[in-house]
C-alpha cells in the first residue's frame, strides 16, 4: 500500500494543476446582487480554532438580523493558501472569507477582492498598521478584523536567578539577558529564536523593522541589502554564533514546552501565546512577563492578524457588509478578546471594560502603535520564503551576514510587482 | 503443462483456417467489440483521471503557468524548455535530486536487504513466535505517517528522547540527529526503512513459499549446507520477487515526500530537502505550476531511467 500510495503521490501535482485547468473552464457565476433585507444564507470561511467560534458570532449576528443566516466553514491555517487559490480557480469561493493579513495582496492581484466601502469603514478607526496591510494602490480590499503583534516573553524566576531584575529594554541587554541564562541560571539556551522554516521571518522582521530597515524602499524595490538588514541579519547571527539559540526547527516545535521546562528561556511571539501558557502551564504564573521588544533605533515590531474581505464574485454583498460591520463594531470586538484572545484592530475597542480588565494587555498596545505591517504583495508567500531561506543561512550555516543580504536582495528583486 | 496448451493453440489455429478466414475475423471482431465495451469504464476513467492530467502537465511544463492564469488558464504563456533550463540551473532543485539519489541509493539496499532476512529468518523453523514477528514487521507499512512521524521524533529527540535517555544512562550526549546537516538525512532513511520492509518482507515470504520443497530436499540430500542452500537455491529462485521488490521500492523511495515532509520539512538548510517535496513547495506554495510540472516530467524520466536500468540487470541474469 504504501508503495502504490507513493507511486500515486507523483501525479498529485500533475493531476492537481489539471484540474484547476477544468474546473476554471465552469463555474464563476456572479449573478446578481440579494439585498440585504431579503432572506439569504451568507457563506463565511473562518481559519482554524477562530472558525468555531465565528459560526458563535454568526448565531449572534442572526439574532438581530433574522433574514440572514451565516455559514461558516472553519477551514485549517495550514491549507487555507491552497483552498483559497483552488477555490478562485473553481469559482466556488464562499460569500466572505477571514483572511490572513499578509494573504490580501495576493488575492487583490487575481482579481477575487470586493474593494472596500471606505464610507462605512473608516480608515482612522483602525490601528494604522493593521489598515495598511490591506491597501494595493490606495484602494483597501480588507476590513481588518484583530491585529496581533510580535513581543518579547521571558521568565523573571530564571532572569532573577541569573541576577537581572528588569526587562531588556535594547538589544545590548537583550543580548546580556540570554547570556546570564546561559551562565547563570544554567539553562540549555538563552533565548529561542526560530532558526529555519516556514515563517522564521516573522521572528526576524522586528529585528529588521527595529534597526531602522524596511523590506521595500520608496519606489517597491527590495531594500534587504541595507545596512540596516545587514546589522539585523548579524544581530540575529549573534545567538547562534554564541549558542545562545538553537539551530534545530523541527515541523511543529512548540516552544512553549521548552519555556516552561527553563531550555528556552526568552522568545519572540505573539498575543496568543499569552494564553497557549497559561492553558498549558498554569504552574508557570508568576514566573513570566510579556515585555515591548528591546529597541535598536526604535522597538518596532510586526503586526499581523486577519482581515475580512468580501469576494467579488459574491451575491450576497449587503449581507457581507453588515456582517463586517457587526464584527468591527468595539463592543463585538471586545466580544471576539473574550472569546478567542484576540486583538482588536480598532482602537476604540481598547477602551472596553473587557479590555481595560484584562491584565497584561497594555504590553501589546503599546507594541500597536509602534508596529508595522508587511507590504501587500502579490507574491508575498515567494517573498517570505527567501527571507526564510536567509535566516536558515546565518542561523544554522553561519554564513556572513552581509553576503546573505546581498543574496537575499537579488533572490527578492524578481518578486516585487 | 506447457507442452500441451502449445498443442491446443495449434490445433485451434489449424480449425481456424480450416474454417475459413471470413468467419474468424468475425467472431473475433464480435470478441473484439465485447472486449472494448467491457473495458470502456475503465478506459473513460483512466483518460479522465490518469491520461488527461499526464498530459496536460506536460503540456503545462512548456508554459509560464502561475497564480494568475489559475482564473484564466489560457493566459498561460508557452515559453518552450524554459523551465527545463531554469530546473539545470537551480541550485535547491539540484540539491533536491541529489538528496534523493543519496536517500535511494543508501535506502534501497538497505529495504530490501532487511526485508530479505526478516522473510528468510521468518520462513525458516528457527525463529519462534513466528507469526508475532510478522505482524511486528508490517505493522508500520499500514500505520499513518502522523502517528509514525511522533514516535520517532521521540525517539529521537535530542532533549527527551529514547536515545538521548539512553546515552544519558551511559554517560553520552546524543546528537541532535534531525536538527544537524550530516545525521537528518540517515536518520529519514532508517525510519523510511523501517517503514518499508515490511512490504519487502510479505512479497519475499510469498516468494520463498513458492520455491518447492523437492528442490530444497534434493539439495540437502545432495549435502548442501544452509548457506549453500540460500546462495545456490533461495537467491536465485527468488531473482524475480527480488527484481520486483526492488524497482517498486525504487520507485516509492524516489518519489519520497511523506518523511521529510513531517520530519523535518526539508530542513535543516535544505539537506533533506527531496524532489516531491521541492516540487509540491514550488506547485502548492507559491502555484509555480508550469516549474512543478517540469520537476514532475524530470523525475519522471530518472524514474523510467533507473527502472529500465534495474530491469535490465536484474534481468539477464536470471536467464
Known amino acids: ?23 476554471s473552464a465552469c463555474g464563476g457565476d456572479s449573478g446578481g446582487q440579494t439585498a440585504a433585507d431579503e432572506k439569504q444564507t451568507l457563506t463565511v470561511w473562518g481559519m482554524g480554532e477562530e472558525g468555531k467560534h465565528l459560526q458563535e458570532l454568526g448565531e449572534e449576528f442572526g439574532k438581530k438580523y433574522p433574514n440572514i443566516d451565516v455559514k461558516v466553514t472553519p477551514v485549517g491555517w495550514d491549507v487555507v493558501h491552497q483552498k483559497l487559490v483552488s477555490a478562485v480557480a473553481a469559482g466556488e469561493l464562499p460569500d466572505m472569507a477571514q ?148 539551530k ?45 521588544l528591546p529597541a535598536d533605533k526604535t ?12 469576494f467579488a464574485d459574491s451575491g450576497h454583498k449587503a449581507a457581507a457588509k453588515k456582517f463586517t460591520e457587526y464584527l468591527t463594531s ?60 536567509a535566516v536558515a543561512r546565518v542561523a544554522q550555516k553561519g554564513e556572513d551576514p552581509a553576503k546573505t543580504a546581498a543574496w537575499l536582495q537579488k533572490a527578492t528583486e524578481s518578486l516585487v510587482d | 503443462m506447457a507442452a500441451t496448451s502449445a498443442t491446443t493453440a495449434t490445433a485451434k489455429a489449424t480449425a481456424g483456417t480450416a474454417a475459413g478466414p471470413r468467419r474468424r475475423r468475425g467472431r473475433l471482431g464480435v470478441q473484439n467489440a465485447a472486449g472494448w465495451l467491457f473495458s470502456t469504464p475503465f478506459l473513460v476513467l483512466f483518460a479522465t483521471f490518469m491520461a488527461f492530467p499526464i498530459l496536460a502537465t506536460l503540456a503545462m511544463s512548456f508554459t509560464d503557468f502561475g497564480l494568475r492564469d489559475v482564473t484564466d488558464p489560457f493566459s498561460a504563456e508557452f515559453i518552450g524548455f524554459e523551465n527545463y533550463t531554469k530546473l539545470s540551473e537551480d541550485e535547491k532543485f539540484l540539491k533536491a535530486l541529489f538528496n534523493t539519489g543519496y536517500f535511494v541509493v543508501v535506502g534501497v539496499p538497505l529495504t530490501v536487504g532487511a526485508g530479505l532476512f526478516a522473510a528468510v529468518l521468518l520462513n525458516s523453523g528457527v525463529a519462534r513466535m513466528r507469526t508475532f514477528f510478522r505482524v511486528g514487521f508490517y505493522a508500520p507499512v499500514v500505520t499513518s505517517i502522523v502517528a509514525v512521524a511522533v514516535v520517532w521524533r521521540f525517539v529521537l529527540d535530542p532533549g527527551e528522547g529514547l536515545i538521548a535517555g539512553i546515552a544519558a544512562e551511559a554517560g553520552l550526549t546524543a546528537p541532535d540527529f534531525l536538527g544537524s546537516e550530516a545525521l537528518a538525512m540517515p536518520s529519514l532513511i532508517v525510519m ?68 521529510p515532509f513531517v520530519m523535518t520539512n526539508g530542513g535543516p538548510d535544505d539537506s533533506t530537502l527531496t524532489v516531491s517535496l521541492d516540487m509540491y513547495r514550488e506547485g502548492f506554495n507559491f502555484f509555480h505550476m508550469g516549474y512543478a510540472s517540469a520537476m514532475a516530467y524530470v523525475l519522471f524520466t530518472v524514474i523510467l531511467a533507473v527502472t529500465l536500468l534495474q530491469l535490465r540487470l536484474l534481468k539477464d541474469k536470471t536467464r
Open chain 2, 192 to 259: 523510511a526503512v523501517w517503514r518499508n520492509l515490511g512490504t519487502a518482507m510479505v512479497l519475499f515470504l510469498a516468494g520463498l513459499q513458492a520455491i518447492p520443497a523437492d528442490v530444497r530436499e534434493a539439495a540437502r540430500i545432495d549435502g548442501a549446507g544452509a548457506w549453500q542452500e540460500f546462495r545456490r537455491i533461495t537467491v536465485p529462485l527468488l531473482r524475480p520477487t527480488m527484481l520486483y521488490v526492488s524497482v517498486m521500492t525504487s520507485i516509492a523511495f524516489l518519489n519520497v515526500f511523506e518523511e
Open chain 1, 99 to 246: 483572511m490572513g493579513s499578509t494573504m490580501v495582496g495576493e488575492f487583490t492581484s487575481l482579481d477575487a477582492l470586493e474593494p472596500v466601502d471606505t464610507k462605512t469603514f473608516r480608515k482612522a478607526d483602525f490601528f494604522p498598521a493593521a489598515w495598511a496591510g490591506n491597501v494595493t494602490d490606495g484602494t483597501a480590499y480588507g476590513v481588518p478584523w484583530y491585529v496581533d503583534t510580535r513581543v518579547l516573553y521571558y521568565r523573571t524566576d530564571l532572569a532573577a536567578e541569573a541576577g537581572v531584575g528588569k526587562a531588556p529594554a535594547n538589544w545590548r541587554e537583550q543580548r546580556a539577558l540570554a547570556a546570564a541564562y546561559k551562565d547563570k541560571a544554567g539553562t540549555e539556551w538563552g533565548t529561542y529564536h526560530q532558526p529555519s522554516g516556514i515563517g522564521a521571518w516573522q521572528t526576524w522582521l522586528p529585528f529588521l523593522y527595529s534597526a531602522g530597515g524596511k523590506l521595500l524602499d520608496k519606489d517597491g524595490e527590495p531594500a534587504l541589502d541595507s545596512p540596516e538588514s545587514v546589522r539585523a541579519l548579524s544581530e540575529y547571527a549573534h545567538y547562534y554564533d554564541k549558542g545562545l539559540s538553537t
Open chain 1, 299 to 310: 522597538s518596532t515590531s510586526f503586526v499581523g492578524g486577519s482581515s475580512l474581505v468580501t
Open chain 1, 1 to 23: 500500500m504504501q508503495l502504490i500510495r507513493r507511486t500515486v503521490a507523483v501525479t498529485v501535482t500533475a493531476a492537481t494543476a489539471a484540474g484547476a485547468l477544468l474546473l
Open chain 1, 248 to 292: 534545530s526547527s523541527p515541523p511543529g516545535y512548540d516552544v512553549v514546552k521548552d519555556f516552561a521546562s527553563g531550555k528556552a528561556p526568552m522568545f519572540v511571539s505573539g498575543p496568543w501565546m499569552v494564553n497557549n501558557i497559561q492553558d498549558q502551564h498554569p504552574g508557570l504564573k508568576g514566573k513570566w512577563k510579556a515585555a515591548p
Open chain 1, 330 to 389: 468595539p463592543a463585538e470586538q471586545a466580544d471576539w478578546y473574550g472569546m478567542a484572545r484576540s486583538l482588536p484592530a480598532v482602537e476604540a475597542a481598547w477602551d472596553e471594560p473587557e479590555l481595560t480588565r484584562a491584565e497584561g494587555l497594555d504590553v501589546f498596545e503599546k507594541q500597536l502603535r509602534t508596529s508595522e505591517p508587511v507590504p501587500a504583495l502579490s507574491k508575498w508567500e515567494e517573498f517570505a520564503a527567501k527571507i526564510d531561506e
